[in-house]
């Protein structure tokens, strides 16, 4: 009996660059006599989703499989998935998706083989892969950052783990307009997010593009968890930079298919991240055309590109670094359209979706037919980090922001907020404050020593130095923001600080909410 290919995602059909590449896989995949089941739990609240397309519901070849959340029902789940053995298994995203496929594997050991797709170069996939390798056969990282990793964890595997970068489709060739007389094209692909994506410094470079001439149109396509924050930012700069010849707007996250329009439109495929696997959207970009400008990521970016022949680079963080890239691309019409063919010729030579699906597909076969894996000891049981541990910013609907901000709110003698770092803490706590109406009798202030002053301007609030704290007159509330905040709260309170001043960290704001509800849960059972 042939074996299939199974792709489990956990967050459903939710728009995202691993429900595209899994929707891609599987057409490719069954296009080759390869049978694929989809497995589509609940998508994520409050995110678009993706429509399967009509040519991959009728496909012969093609299961797709609608499931609730794991975790609401994991027996029907795991019943659900052993309907279509024998397989081979790719989990994704999550605990829950590699719990499942552990309880198949003790199950059904000699019907199913695992492959762990390492798709981001970040702790929490490392965590996974590496706490479930007993029950996964093979390894695959989608950059070779993230399969060295893989083996700096796992040396025992060291022959089970390969990289295999992805791959896309290549359209037909199409002459792109020059840039004389006419603003810039950029964009940017994604999910609007701060903590990995860091979404202000796209923002921020918008401002330093302006503020040195240059005439552009920028245009973001994403949602995600920042996006009332950046419509606000997009609503407040749009007019300060059209009077300086720019423009800046955002459009939700639209299907794959409409992504080509945008991508033909674009001279520049722009990406500030701090993490990245290998960027799928940034691949599209370049097989049109349009010339990556993105951070030196540790994962993928340098695989890619070669900075100044088919893109450039620059260094995480530095908007100045990125907006002279941007100048200078402007600046150089012939050098911008041969590095415009050349991005498209890097990836028809090396990450055409014929290349990698091939590879796939020899790499899938290799599993099925090398011996099971025999699961050994326990399936590990779910690792959902702790946010007072980790120092992480929690969800913004999470119940413990609404304590914190009570807490606040109930302070009347407080006259002053200075929120300290723009990092994902503070943005999105500033994102919270400016939506409570209890806070709008503080006068609120930012600082940060380390951001670019284009943030501040982005940020559009008022900016205090720490010398400065003690002009603020009394009752002044400093929030600590970054996630080790205790080295700086010690090192500010030495700087500024002064009766009336008090200088804590978001951690320890984060502790008292938790107190105070679970002091208001015992209080109500």
Known sequence: MPYRIAISLPHGRTIGGVTSWAMRVAQWAADRKQPVTLFFHQPLAGHRVIDVPEALQRHPQVTVVELPAIDDDFEVCVEAYAANLPMVLLPNFNDASYRLAAELVRRHGDDVRVLGVCHGDNPQDYDYLTRFEPFVSQYLGVSQRCAQVLTDRLPARLADITSLAHGVEVPPPVERETLEDRPLRLLYAGRIEQGIKRITDVLAIAWLLADRGVAFEMVLVGDGPHVSMVDHLVESLEPKLNRRGGSIRRIDAVEPSEMNEWYAWADVFLLASRLEGMNVAMLEAMAHGCVPVVSDVASGTREVIADGENGYVFPIGDVTAATDRLVSFNNQTTHSTSMAAAARATIETSFSHVRYIERFLKLVDRIWN????????????????????????????????????????????????????????????????????????????????????????????????????????????????????????????????????????????????????????????
């Open 370 to 525: 090398a011996p099971p894996r025999e699961a050994i000891g326990e399936i590990p049981s779910s690792n959902a980090a702790d946010a007072e541990e980790t120092g992480a910013v929690l969800s913004k609907h999470d119940v413990r922001y609404r304590t914190l901000l009570d807490l606040i709110a109930a302070r009347s003698d407080l006259q002053n907020l200075v929120i300290y770092g723009l990092g994902v803490n503070g943005l999105t706590l500033l994102d919270l404050m400016r939506l409570d109406e209890r806070l709008a009798r503080y006068r609120l202030f930012i600082a940060d020593d380390r951001a670019n002053a284009a943030i501040f301007k982005v940020v559009g609030m008022p900016r205090v130095f720490p010398v400065a704290w003690p002009n603020l007159t009394h009752n002044t509330l400093v929030i600590v923001t970054p996630n080790d905040g205790t080295p700086i709260v010690n090192r500010l309170v030495g700087r500024g600080a002064q009766p009336g001043v008090h200088v804590v960290s978001l951690g320890d704001l984060k502790k008292l909410a938790n107190h105070a509800q679970s002091n208001a849960e015992v209080a109500t059972t």
